[in-house]
């Protein structure tokens, strides 16, 4: 007994010390990450934008994998607005170099940047591009460039845009899955690959309004750019004509085909510098390390809140708008004496509607405390988007914002002819109550069941016209005409009551500082999120954590597939089970 107490306390002081130590070496290596030497900044420097992923709405706010490590901040869109604004009145900076090729944004964050860099050239400093070939969102930005460079084997993606959907209905019925769907609005569209083979004319429709809008929009701005008339560019998407670098710069698309050194030579001549003396070129990543941006002064602030990504029932996630945590936000946010009003930025397509009513109840006491809420609409604040944005004192987006969609859908996956004909699986049940057993995936269901579902589900829609015409000052009847479910651009949103106005984040604060008569305030930016190592050590050091794929399989599989958690101690059994032999529902 005694040799059993060494060796396992042995194993366990091992254990320990080996845990230890791996976590001192990931602690020494993010403070060696963080101590590394910040660049300084020299006159005639050049600003270099070349990121290599789909920036966030707000900084840092990603999801990453459990052993993926960064060092360095991955810089929102907000942020690299304000440093390309910032860079504009320094004078150490002279111009830009842009590699646009692998930054993926969508079209009113598109527009933001672009306009930073619009003004950036219009303050009288130069930019420069060069990519090894241009996809539409790169070549959107390199138009308000100076000076357009393509290597010589790359091309200018030029072709208009499109959506395309996939239908899975013909699979569902050869395996034998029956898709139970409730829905609520003409034009709520999410449900037809389960029920269609191909669009409705109403999401056609719908679709076609809104890609027409935003293609016209950007090629109007190319054409300004680049001087292009818009029917010109139009010819050239419906020609297909920019196939290669020769014909990208004979069509005036491009301005040179080279290389990048030879972008670094155009820099040269620009700033007259000798052929030995080369550039300096500092990354957006190290400006954001040393840039001092300006927030504003005064005791009193304006709180800018981003709600960036799906809507979900639960608990702190980045890149989702987790109702648990972000109801926590606004209270602080409310609760706080320095914060005077709350410009609330969404970019969501929407989600779970129970933490949307949650979400929407914190901003609503936001409101009740006498603080003004201004929401600013990003790529898309749609349907659960919409709704946590309908009672604020006032509503902006961009005139390419995708928005409404107000509308409702319940959709549940039902086996049971996979699970009887094809994998000779049956279930009997015993019941206490006529519906004690409904809704579940391993019955048909009955028009009484069905009945139920469509039931909540316009009930759900009723209620979400209601909180629409609440704070839009409309009817339910009118806000019903332009809901069903359909998609709008913040253009025609403003048209027909939806959105009060066409305006920039900028624009939506300075509407918050007069709804709340503030002259001088500064701004403060939430959620608080982490830098990346931080949220690396706190997960290496946290004791009780488990590991996010274990956890959110765990988690995702408990919720999803009924008596997972009796199978799992089935499985894992050793020797002899003395357990129940059937699962009761409650």
Not at 78 to 102: F, N, T, Y
Not at 160 to 175: E, I, N, Q
Not at 204 to 215: M, P, S
Not at 510 to 523: F, K, Q, S
């Amino acid at each position: 007994m005694r040799q059993f107490i060494k060796f396992t306390f042995a194993s366990c002081l091992g254990v320990f010390l080996a845990l230890t130590v791996v976590t001192l070496f990931f602690v020494m290596l993010g403070v060696a990450a963080t101590m590394q030497p910040v660049k300084t900044l020299n006159d005639n420097s050049i600003l270099e934008i070349a990121l290599d992923y789909s920036p966030p709405e707000q900084t840092n706010n990603v999801q990453t994998g459990p052993f993926e490590f960064k060092t360095k901040d991955v810089l929102g869109v907000q942020e690299i607005v304000r440093l390309i604004e910032h860079a504009q009145s320094d004078e150490k900076i002279s111009g830009i170099l842009l590699d646009p090729s692998m930054i993926g944004l969508g079209p009113s964050n598109g527009k933001d940047v672009l306009r930073a860099l619009t003004g950036f050239r219009e303050a009288g400093k130069f930019i420069v591009t060069y990519a090894d070939f241009y996809d539409q969102g790169g070549y959107y930005l390199a138009s308000a460039s100076d000076h357009i460079i393509i290597n010589p084997i790359g091309s200018v993606d030029f072709r208009g845009f499109s959506s395309l959907v996939p239908f899975y209905k013909d699979l569902l019925d050869k395996t034998g899955v029956k898709m139970q769907i409730y829905y609520a609005g003409q034009f709520k569209s999410a449900t037809e690959p389960f029920r269609r083979n191909d669009m409705s004319p109403q999401n056609k429709l719908q679709t076609r309004e809104y890609l027409e809008d935003v293609y016209g929009e950007f090629l109007t701005d190319i054409s300004m750019n680049r001087k292009m008339p818009v029917q010109q560019l139009r010819s050239i998407a419906d020609g297909l004509k920019s196939t290669d670098a020769e014909a990208a710069r004979a069509l005036g698309l491009v301005d040179q085909i080279g290389y990048e050194d030879e972008a670094i030579d155009w820099i040269q001549n620009q700033l007259e510098l000798d052929s030995d003396t080369k550039p300096r070129v500092m990354s957006i990543e190290d400006y954001h390390l040393v840039a001092n941006i300006d927030l504003g002064a005064g005791s009193d602030r304006i709180a800018v809140v981003t709600a960036e990504g799906s809507i979900i029932h639960g608990e702190e996630e980045y890149g989702v708008i987790s109702d648990g945590h972000f109801a926590e936000v606004l209270s602080k946010v409310r609760k706080s004496k320095s914060i005077k009003a709350v410009v609330l930025r969404v970019n969501s397509p929407g989600g779970n509607i129970l933490a949307a009513e949650n979400i929407l109840r914190e901003v609503k006491l936001i409101q009740e405390a006498g603080k003004p809420v201004v929401v600013s609409m990003s790529d898309y604040a749609a349907s659960g988007g919409y709704y946590i944005s309908a009672t604020a004192d006032s509503i902006f987006a961009q005139s390419n914002t995708l928005t409404g969609s107000i509308g409702v859908f319940t959709m549940i996956p039902n086996p049971h002819q996979l699970l009887n004909e094809t994998l000779g699986i049956h279930f009997d049940t015993v019941r206490t109550a006529r519906y004690s057993a409904s809704f579940t995936p391993f019955f048909d269901w009955s028009s009484e069941e069905h009945e139920y579902f469509e039931s909540r589900t316009d009930d759900f829609y009723t209620l979400f016209l209601e909180k629409v015409a609440e704070g839009r000052d409309m009817t339910v009847e009118e806000v019903n005409e332009v809901a069903q479910g359909r998609i709008w651009t913040g253009k025609r949103a403003v048209e027909n009551g939806l959105v009060d106005r066409i305006a920039n984040l900028d624009e939506a604060v300075v509407a918050a500082a007069n709804l709340a008569g503030l002259e001088d305030y500064r701004v403060s930016n939430y959620p608080k999120l982490q830098d990346p190592w931080t949220r690396v050590i706190n997960e290496i050091t946290n004791p009780d954590a488990e590991t996010k794929i274990d956890s959110y399989i765990e988690q995702k599989l408990k919720q999803r597939v009924p008596h997972f958690e009796a199978l799992r101690e089935l499985i894992f059994a050793d020797g002899p089970v003395a357990r129940l032999p059937v699962v009761i529902d409650y």
